[in-house]
């Protein structure tokens, strides 16, 4: 794995974990996006596996699902995102031809 890609790993999950596991889920899967979207659902299944809210009357509430919110979109906003090792679907490199089409309209319109 690239520093690159490493970088844009600690970006999504957080600088706190742990970089060998980072490098093993990578050499396993081959993406750093298929890497980042296994560790945040297994965080996602985490958060499930306990109780999202607990309240004991007037000692402690705590209310998780917001982190699990949080989670969702986080994991949501991945499946759209392009990890810095990939490449766009039909783009080999830099050099291919792109041809872009636009309907013109004018801005204002006279009789």
Known sequence: ??????AWLHAQLGT???TDDLTNRYQR?????AVALEVLTER???????PLRLV????VTMDRTAN?????RQLA????????DETVDGEADD?????????LVPSSRTR
């Open 16 to 18: 706190t974990t742990n």
């Open 68 to 72: 699990l919110t949080g989670l969702e």
């Open 95 to 103: 050099t291919a031809t792109v041809l872009d089409t636009a309907v």
């Open 29 to 33: 899967l081959g993406t750093a996006r």
């Open 1 to 6: 794995m690239d520093p690159a890609a490493l």
């Open 77 to 84: 906003a991945l499946h759209d995102t392009q990890g810095p």
């Open 56 to 59: 004991v009357d007037g000692v």
């Open 44 to 50: 996602r299944a985490a958060l499930l596996a306990d």
